[in-house]
Protein backbone atom coordinates (compact mmCIF):
# COMPACT_ATOMS: atom_id res chain seq x y z
CA UNK A 1 0.00 0.00 0.00
CA UNK A 2 1.35 3.26 -0.72
CA UNK A 3 2.70 4.79 2.46
CA UNK A 4 3.13 1.99 4.29
CA UNK A 5 5.73 1.70 6.78
CA UNK A 6 7.21 -1.59 6.86
CA UNK A 7 8.89 -2.99 9.77
CA UNK A 8 11.12 -6.55 9.55
CA UNK A 9 10.41 -8.81 12.15
CA UNK A 10 12.85 -11.51 12.98
CA UNK A 11 12.79 -14.82 14.23
CA UNK A 12 13.38 -15.32 17.68
CA UNK A 13 15.32 -18.37 16.66
CA UNK A 14 18.16 -16.92 14.92
CA UNK A 15 19.24 -15.32 18.24
CA UNK A 16 20.79 -18.80 18.66
CA UNK A 17 23.26 -19.04 16.38
CA UNK A 18 25.83 -16.23 17.66
CA UNK A 19 26.22 -18.25 20.58
CA UNK A 20 26.43 -21.77 18.86
CA UNK A 21 29.66 -20.06 16.28
CA UNK A 22 30.91 -18.20 19.06
CA UNK A 23 31.71 -22.01 20.52
CA UNK A 24 32.86 -23.09 17.20
CA UNK A 25 35.97 -20.49 16.86
CA UNK A 26 36.20 -20.95 20.35
CA UNK A 27 37.02 -24.10 20.39
CA UNK A 28 40.11 -23.53 17.25
CA UNK A 29 41.73 -21.62 19.84
CA UNK A 30 41.81 -23.88 22.39
CA UNK A 31 42.65 -26.60 19.98
CA UNK A 32 45.73 -24.89 19.46
CA UNK A 33 46.50 -24.07 23.09
CA UNK A 34 46.17 -28.32 23.50
CA UNK A 35 48.69 -28.43 20.51
CA UNK A 36 46.54 -30.19 18.35
CA UNK A 37 46.35 -29.71 14.46
CA UNK A 38 44.46 -27.06 13.35
CA UNK A 39 43.16 -27.08 9.98
CA UNK A 40 41.67 -24.27 7.29
CA UNK A 41 39.38 -25.18 4.82
CA UNK A 42 38.12 -23.64 1.46
CA UNK A 43 35.43 -25.43 -0.70
CA UNK A 44 33.76 -27.91 0.71
CA UNK A 45 36.61 -29.60 2.43
CA UNK A 46 35.74 -29.84 5.87
CA UNK A 47 34.37 -32.85 5.88
CA UNK A 48 37.81 -34.16 5.62
CA UNK A 49 39.49 -32.91 8.87
CA UNK A 50 36.01 -33.00 10.37
CA UNK A 51 36.21 -37.42 9.58
CA UNK A 52 39.62 -36.88 11.43
CA UNK A 53 38.18 -35.33 14.58
CA UNK A 54 40.10 -32.13 13.80
CA UNK A 55 39.46 -28.87 14.30
CA UNK A 56 38.61 -26.77 11.15
CA UNK A 57 37.73 -23.67 10.13
CA UNK A 58 35.33 -22.79 6.49
CA UNK A 59 36.61 -20.21 4.53
CA UNK A 60 33.02 -18.61 3.14
CA UNK A 61 32.17 -19.07 6.63
CA UNK A 62 34.92 -17.42 8.31
CA UNK A 63 34.05 -14.14 5.98
CA UNK A 64 30.51 -14.20 7.29
CA UNK A 65 31.82 -14.44 10.67
CA UNK A 66 34.28 -11.93 10.68
CA UNK A 67 31.96 -9.61 8.48
CA UNK A 68 29.08 -9.85 10.88
CA UNK A 69 31.95 -8.62 13.80
CA UNK A 70 32.30 -5.59 12.00
CA UNK A 71 35.95 -6.55 11.76
CA UNK A 72 35.83 -6.90 7.58
CA UNK A 73 37.27 -3.51 6.53
CA UNK A 74 39.92 -3.17 9.21
CA UNK A 75 41.42 -6.93 7.97
CA UNK A 76 40.80 -5.95 4.73
CA UNK A 77 43.68 -2.89 5.13
CA UNK A 78 45.75 -5.60 6.48
CA UNK A 79 46.27 -7.05 3.13
CA UNK A 80 46.26 -4.14 0.90
CA UNK A 81 49.05 -3.23 3.44
CA UNK A 82 50.60 -6.45 2.80
CA UNK A 83 50.34 -6.07 -1.01
CA UNK A 84 47.30 -7.25 -1.73
CA UNK A 85 45.42 -5.59 -5.00
CA UNK A 86 41.86 -4.62 -3.98
CA UNK A 87 39.89 -6.42 -6.67
CA UNK A 88 40.95 -9.99 -5.32
CA UNK A 89 38.41 -12.19 -3.66
CA UNK A 90 37.76 -10.27 -0.48
CA UNK A 91 37.50 -13.61 0.86
CA UNK A 92 41.05 -14.45 -0.17
CA UNK A 93 41.95 -11.02 1.52
CA UNK A 94 40.70 -11.80 4.52
CA UNK A 95 42.58 -14.81 5.33
CA UNK A 96 45.91 -13.33 3.97
CA UNK A 97 45.19 -10.18 6.21
CA UNK A 98 44.37 -12.54 9.01
CA UNK A 99 47.77 -14.19 8.02
CA UNK A 100 49.49 -11.08 7.87
CA UNK A 101 48.04 -9.69 11.24
CA UNK A 102 49.75 -12.37 12.79
CA UNK A 103 52.82 -12.40 11.43
CA UNK A 104 53.81 -8.85 11.66
CA UNK A 105 51.38 -8.74 15.03
CA UNK A 106 49.95 -5.68 13.67
CA UNK A 107 46.58 -5.14 16.10
CA UNK A 108 43.22 -6.35 14.82
CA UNK A 109 39.92 -6.91 16.59
CA UNK A 110 40.69 -10.03 19.12
CA UNK A 111 37.38 -11.88 18.67
CA UNK A 112 38.27 -12.21 14.78
CA UNK A 113 41.81 -13.50 15.45
CA UNK A 114 42.50 -17.14 15.09
CA UNK A 115 45.28 -19.15 15.17
CA UNK A 116 47.38 -20.47 11.95
CA UNK A 117 46.32 -23.47 10.76
CA UNK A 118 48.55 -26.43 10.45
CA UNK A 119 47.43 -27.35 7.27
CA UNK A 120 45.39 -25.50 4.59
CA UNK A 121 42.81 -28.11 2.72
CA UNK A 122 41.48 -26.68 -0.36
CA UNK A 123 38.53 -28.36 -3.09
CA UNK A 124 39.15 -25.41 -5.54
CA UNK A 125 36.43 -24.19 -7.15
CA UNK A 126 38.50 -21.03 -8.69
CA UNK A 127 41.84 -19.36 -9.22
CA UNK A 128 41.53 -17.40 -6.15
CA UNK A 129 41.52 -20.75 -3.68
CA UNK A 130 45.07 -21.45 -6.38
CA UNK A 131 45.94 -17.73 -5.23
CA UNK A 132 45.27 -18.01 -1.54
CA UNK A 133 46.96 -21.36 -1.13
CA UNK A 134 49.98 -20.35 -2.71
CA UNK A 135 50.34 -17.33 -0.92
CA UNK A 136 49.75 -19.02 2.80
CA UNK A 137 52.28 -21.34 2.15
CA UNK A 138 54.74 -18.96 0.26
CA UNK A 139 54.86 -16.57 2.94
CA UNK A 140 54.07 -18.57 6.20
CA UNK A 141 55.11 -21.95 5.19
CA UNK A 142 51.81 -23.37 5.97
CA UNK A 143 51.55 -27.15 4.16
CA UNK A 144 49.00 -27.07 1.59
CA UNK A 145 46.53 -30.72 0.54
CA UNK A 146 45.09 -28.71 -2.72
CA UNK A 147 42.29 -31.12 -5.12
CA UNK A 148 41.23 -29.36 -7.85
CA UNK A 149 37.18 -29.63 -8.45
CA UNK A 150 36.17 -27.80 -11.75
CA UNK A 151 33.21 -26.17 -12.04
CA UNK A 152 31.01 -27.60 -14.87
CA UNK A 153 29.99 -25.60 -17.91
CA UNK A 154 27.34 -27.79 -18.87
CA UNK A 155 25.22 -30.97 -17.19
CA UNK A 156 26.45 -33.30 -19.61
CA UNK A 157 29.93 -32.30 -17.94
CA UNK A 158 29.15 -33.71 -14.04
CA UNK A 159 29.83 -37.34 -14.60
CA UNK A 160 33.53 -37.04 -15.68
CA UNK A 161 34.33 -34.16 -13.58
CA UNK A 162 32.75 -36.34 -10.23
CA UNK A 163 34.65 -39.09 -11.31
CA UNK A 164 38.33 -36.80 -11.29
CA UNK A 165 37.34 -35.15 -7.96
CA UNK A 166 37.06 -38.28 -6.05
CA UNK A 167 40.09 -39.99 -7.67
CA UNK A 168 42.36 -36.74 -5.82
CA UNK A 169 40.22 -37.16 -3.21
CA UNK A 170 41.02 -41.32 -2.81
CA UNK A 171 44.65 -40.86 -4.03
CA UNK A 172 45.92 -37.65 -2.90
CA UNK A 173 43.81 -35.92 0.08
CA UNK A 174 43.03 -38.29 1.73
CA UNK A 175 46.91 -40.51 2.12
CA UNK A 176 48.37 -36.95 2.99
CA UNK A 177 45.37 -36.18 5.48
CA UNK A 178 46.65 -39.41 6.82
CA UNK A 179 50.20 -38.43 7.28
CA UNK A 180 49.36 -35.01 9.03
CA UNK A 181 47.75 -36.85 11.45
CA UNK A 182 49.40 -39.98 11.86
CA UNK A 183 46.51 -41.80 11.19
CA UNK A 184 43.91 -43.68 9.42
CA UNK A 185 41.08 -41.70 7.77
CA UNK A 186 37.98 -42.66 9.56
CA UNK A 187 35.52 -43.54 7.34
CA UNK A 188 33.16 -44.30 9.79
CA UNK A 189 33.15 -40.90 11.76
CA UNK A 190 32.88 -39.52 7.91
CA UNK A 191 29.34 -41.99 7.67
CA UNK A 192 28.30 -40.20 11.07
CA UNK A 193 28.95 -36.84 10.17
CA UNK A 194 26.44 -37.58 6.92
CA UNK A 195 24.13 -39.48 8.59
CA UNK A 196 23.03 -36.31 10.86
CA UNK A 197 23.54 -33.80 8.19
CA UNK A 198 21.59 -35.49 6.22
CA UNK A 199 18.76 -35.51 9.10
CA UNK A 200 19.76 -31.66 9.13
CA UNK A 201 19.27 -30.91 5.72
CA UNK A 202 15.93 -32.58 5.69
CA UNK A 203 14.35 -30.07 8.22
CA UNK A 204 16.19 -27.37 6.67
CA UNK A 205 14.68 -28.00 3.45
CA UNK A 206 11.10 -28.34 5.28
CA UNK A 207 11.86 -25.08 6.73
CA UNK A 208 12.38 -23.86 2.44
CA UNK A 209 8.43 -24.83 1.82
CA UNK A 210 7.19 -22.05 3.98
CA UNK A 211 9.10 -19.66 1.69
CA UNK A 212 6.09 -20.32 -0.72
CA UNK A 213 3.47 -19.27 1.64
CA UNK A 214 2.09 -16.12 1.38
CA UNK A 215 2.79 -13.43 3.12
CA UNK A 216 5.95 -15.58 3.88
CA UNK A 217 6.64 -15.68 7.56
CA UNK A 218 10.63 -15.22 7.08
CA UNK A 219 13.14 -13.92 4.58
CA UNK A 220 16.30 -15.03 3.16
CA UNK A 221 18.33 -12.84 5.71
CA UNK A 222 16.60 -15.45 8.50
CA UNK A 223 17.66 -18.34 6.72
CA UNK A 224 21.23 -16.77 5.61
CA UNK A 225 21.76 -16.23 9.26
CA UNK A 226 21.48 -19.77 10.58
CA UNK A 227 23.73 -21.17 6.79
CA UNK A 228 26.36 -22.05 8.88
CA UNK A 229 25.15 -24.32 11.21
CA UNK A 230 25.64 -27.23 8.66
CA UNK A 231 28.81 -25.80 7.56
CA UNK A 232 30.69 -24.80 11.57
CA UNK A 233 29.68 -27.72 13.33
CA UNK A 234 28.92 -30.32 10.49
CA UNK A 235 28.23 -34.18 12.05
CA UNK A 236 26.93 -32.32 15.64
CA UNK A 237 23.54 -32.97 16.78
CA UNK A 238 23.17 -29.63 17.67
CA UNK A 239 22.69 -28.77 13.65
CA UNK A 240 19.18 -31.32 14.07
CA UNK A 241 18.44 -29.49 17.28
CA UNK A 242 18.39 -25.93 15.56
CA UNK A 243 16.40 -26.83 12.72
CA UNK A 244 13.91 -28.35 14.63
CA UNK A 245 13.40 -25.26 16.80
CA UNK A 246 13.30 -23.29 13.53
CA UNK A 247 10.52 -25.20 11.88
CA UNK A 248 8.79 -24.82 15.34
CA UNK A 249 8.88 -21.38 15.07
CA UNK A 250 8.29 -20.80 11.34
CA UNK A 251 4.98 -23.25 12.31
CA UNK A 252 3.65 -21.09 14.87
CA UNK A 253 3.88 -18.36 12.30
CA UNK A 254 2.34 -19.68 9.51
CA UNK A 255 -0.07 -21.20 11.68
CA UNK A 256 -1.12 -17.71 12.76
CA UNK A 257 -0.40 -15.82 9.52
CA UNK A 258 2.47 -13.58 11.09
CA UNK A 259 4.38 -11.89 7.82
CA UNK A 260 8.31 -11.45 7.84
CA UNK A 261 7.87 -7.58 7.38
CA UNK A 262 4.31 -5.48 9.43
CA UNK A 263 2.15 -4.79 9.15
CA UNK A 264 0.83 -6.98 6.50
CA UNK A 265 3.38 -9.08 4.80
CA UNK A 266 5.57 -8.10 1.91
CA UNK A 267 4.47 -6.28 -1.45
CA UNK A 268 7.02 -7.76 -3.82
CA UNK A 269 8.48 -11.24 -3.35
CA UNK A 270 12.34 -10.99 -5.34
CA UNK A 271 14.61 -13.83 -5.66
CA UNK A 272 18.29 -12.82 -4.73
CA UNK A 273 20.89 -14.13 -7.30
CA UNK A 274 24.54 -14.52 -6.13
CA UNK A 275 25.94 -13.86 -2.87
CA UNK A 276 24.83 -13.02 0.19
CA UNK A 277 26.77 -9.44 1.11
CA UNK A 278 27.77 -10.54 4.48
CA UNK A 279 28.91 -7.23 5.85
CA UNK A 280 25.51 -5.40 4.97
CA UNK A 281 22.66 -7.72 6.48
CA UNK A 282 21.15 -5.29 8.11
CA UNK A 283 21.55 -2.13 4.98
CA UNK A 284 20.31 -4.48 2.70
CA UNK A 285 17.10 -5.71 3.88
CA UNK A 286 16.88 -2.09 5.26
CA UNK A 287 16.56 -1.01 1.83
CA UNK A 288 14.67 -3.93 0.70
CA UNK A 289 11.96 -3.66 3.68
CA UNK A 290 11.29 -0.16 2.60
CA UNK A 291 9.57 -1.15 -0.60
CA UNK A 292 7.83 -3.75 1.01
CA UNK A 293 10.26 -6.36 -0.61
CA UNK A 294 11.49 -9.78 0.84
CA UNK A 295 14.02 -11.98 -0.62
CA UNK A 296 12.89 -15.53 -0.51
CA UNK A 297 14.76 -17.41 -2.52
CA UNK A 298 18.24 -18.06 -4.44
CA UNK A 299 20.36 -20.09 -6.56
CA UNK A 300 23.43 -19.81 -4.44
CA UNK A 301 22.13 -19.84 -0.53
CA UNK A 302 20.45 -22.94 -2.15
CA UNK A 303 22.17 -25.34 -4.18
CA UNK A 304 25.35 -24.56 -1.72
CA UNK A 305 24.16 -24.53 1.24
CA UNK A 306 25.37 -27.98 1.79
CA UNK A 307 23.07 -31.36 0.72
CA UNK A 308 20.40 -29.07 -1.54
CA UNK A 309 19.46 -32.98 -2.15
CA UNK A 310 19.88 -34.96 1.32
CA UNK A 311 17.56 -37.79 0.03
CA UNK A 312 20.61 -38.44 -1.90
CA UNK A 313 22.85 -38.93 1.01
CA UNK A 314 23.55 -42.54 1.71
CA UNK A 315 26.40 -42.88 4.32
CA UNK A 316 27.07 -46.42 4.07
CA UNK A 317 28.65 -48.35 2.35
CA UNK A 318 31.06 -45.60 0.98
CA UNK A 319 31.04 -41.55 2.24
CA UNK A 320 33.63 -40.63 0.17
CA UNK A 321 32.37 -41.93 -3.32
CA UNK A 322 28.63 -40.48 -1.89
CA UNK A 323 29.94 -37.15 -0.92
CA UNK A 324 31.83 -36.59 -4.42
CA UNK A 325 28.38 -37.52 -5.79
CA UNK A 326 26.04 -35.47 -3.79
CA UNK A 327 28.53 -32.43 -3.90
CA UNK A 328 28.91 -32.39 -8.18
CA UNK A 329 24.57 -33.33 -8.10
CA UNK A 330 23.95 -30.13 -6.98
CA UNK A 331 26.21 -27.98 -9.41
CA UNK A 332 23.53 -28.50 -11.92
CA UNK A 333 21.86 -24.60 -11.69
CA UNK A 334 24.06 -22.84 -9.22
CA UNK A 335 27.97 -23.02 -10.59
CA UNK A 336 28.33 -22.27 -14.57
CA UNK A 337 30.61 -20.30 -16.89
CA UNK A 338 27.51 -18.60 -18.46
CA UNK A 339 23.75 -19.10 -18.63
CA UNK A 340 23.89 -22.60 -18.64
CA UNK A 341 21.54 -24.21 -16.03
CA UNK A 342 21.40 -21.00 -14.48
CA UNK A 343 18.07 -20.22 -16.36
CA UNK A 344 16.33 -23.18 -16.08
CA UNK A 345 16.88 -23.24 -12.44
CA UNK A 346 16.26 -19.65 -12.16
CA UNK A 347 12.96 -20.64 -13.98
CA UNK A 348 11.89 -22.92 -11.33
CA UNK A 349 12.26 -20.73 -8.43
CA UNK A 350 10.38 -17.92 -10.22
CA UNK A 351 7.66 -20.59 -10.90
CA UNK A 352 7.77 -22.29 -7.42
CA UNK A 353 8.32 -19.28 -5.05
CA UNK A 354 6.09 -16.99 -7.01
CA UNK A 355 8.61 -14.43 -7.68
CA UNK A 356 7.65 -10.62 -8.40
CA UNK A 357 11.61 -9.93 -9.52
CA UNK A 358 15.30 -10.81 -9.59
CA UNK A 359 18.13 -9.05 -8.01
CA UNK A 360 21.22 -10.00 -9.47
CA UNK A 361 23.96 -9.40 -6.93
CA UNK A 362 27.01 -8.78 -8.51
CA UNK A 363 30.32 -9.10 -6.62
CA UNK A 364 32.54 -6.80 -7.58
CA UNK A 365 35.94 -9.39 -6.49
CA UNK A 366 34.11 -12.90 -7.21
CA UNK A 367 34.06 -12.89 -10.81
CA UNK A 368 33.49 -16.34 -11.48
CA UNK A 369 29.97 -16.08 -10.48
CA UNK A 370 29.34 -13.18 -12.59
CA UNK A 371 29.53 -14.27 -15.30
CA UNK A 372 26.36 -14.74 -17.42
CA UNK A 373 24.29 -12.41 -15.06
CA UNK A 374 23.79 -10.27 -17.86
CA UNK A 375 22.52 -12.62 -20.39
CA UNK A 376 20.21 -14.25 -17.81
CA UNK A 377 19.01 -10.99 -16.79
CA UNK A 378 17.96 -10.54 -20.62
CA UNK A 379 16.50 -14.53 -21.05
CA UNK A 380 14.58 -14.13 -17.93
CA UNK A 381 12.64 -11.07 -18.81
CA UNK A 382 11.85 -12.20 -21.89
CA UNK A 383 10.68 -15.89 -20.71
CA UNK A 384 8.99 -15.20 -17.70
CA UNK A 385 8.75 -11.70 -17.99
CA UNK A 386 9.85 -10.84 -14.57
CA UNK A 387 11.80 -7.99 -14.37
CA UNK A 388 15.23 -8.14 -12.99
CA UNK A 389 18.14 -5.60 -11.52
CA UNK A 390 22.05 -6.00 -11.81
CA UNK A 391 23.36 -4.37 -7.91
CA UNK A 392 27.00 -4.11 -7.70
CA UNK A 393 29.19 -4.03 -4.33
CA UNK A 394 31.23 -6.89 -2.44
CA UNK A 395 30.24 -9.34 0.14
CA UNK A 396 32.84 -7.79 2.61
CA UNK A 397 34.90 -4.42 1.07
CA UNK A 398 32.34 -1.56 1.82
CA UNK A 399 34.44 0.25 -0.18
CA UNK A 400 33.08 -1.31 -3.07
CA UNK A 401 29.03 -0.58 -1.99
CA UNK A 402 27.52 2.51 -2.83
CA UNK A 403 24.57 3.80 -1.53
CA UNK A 404 23.40 5.89 -4.58
CA UNK A 405 23.89 2.93 -7.01
CA UNK A 406 21.75 0.67 -5.19
CA UNK A 407 18.86 3.26 -4.42
CA UNK A 408 18.40 4.27 -7.86
CA UNK A 409 18.46 0.60 -9.14
CA UNK A 410 15.90 -0.69 -6.60
CA UNK A 411 13.61 2.21 -6.94
CA UNK A 412 14.32 1.68 -10.93
CA UNK A 413 13.21 -2.26 -10.17
CA UNK A 414 10.25 -1.58 -8.44
CA UNK A 415 8.54 0.83 -9.83
CA UNK A 416 8.93 -1.35 -13.28
CA UNK A 417 7.57 -4.10 -11.31
CA UNK A 418 4.47 -2.16 -10.70
CA UNK A 419 4.09 -1.03 -14.24
CA UNK A 420 4.00 -5.12 -15.21
CA UNK A 421 1.01 -5.32 -13.04
CA UNK A 422 -0.68 -2.90 -13.99
Known amino acids: ?99 AAIRDNIPIKEEVVLPLPDVLISSRL ?83 EF ?35 LKEELTERAKNNVPAIMPDGEKYRVMWDGWIPWAFLGKFIRKLSSHGAVPICGRYPWETAFFPEPEKIEPEPDPVHNYCHIWYSGMKGTYHTGPYGGVERIGELIEEYSVDGVIMFSSKTCRMWNLGQREIVDIIDKRYNIPSVVIEADMIDSAMLSDAQIDTRLQAFFETIDARRG
Open 1 to 99: MEGTEYKINRLETTNLVGPMVDRHWAGLREAKQRNEIVAWCAGPAIIWPYAMDMKAHFMAGYAAYCAGRRAGDQVLEVARRDGELDDMCSYHRLHTGLA
Open 126 to 208: CTEMAHYSEILYRTMGIPVINVDMPIPCKEEDIPRLEKFYERQIRESLIPRLEQVCDKPFNYDRMSEILAVSKEAAQIRNECW
Open 211 to 245: FKKKPTPWTLWDYGVGMGMLFYMMGNPETISYYKK
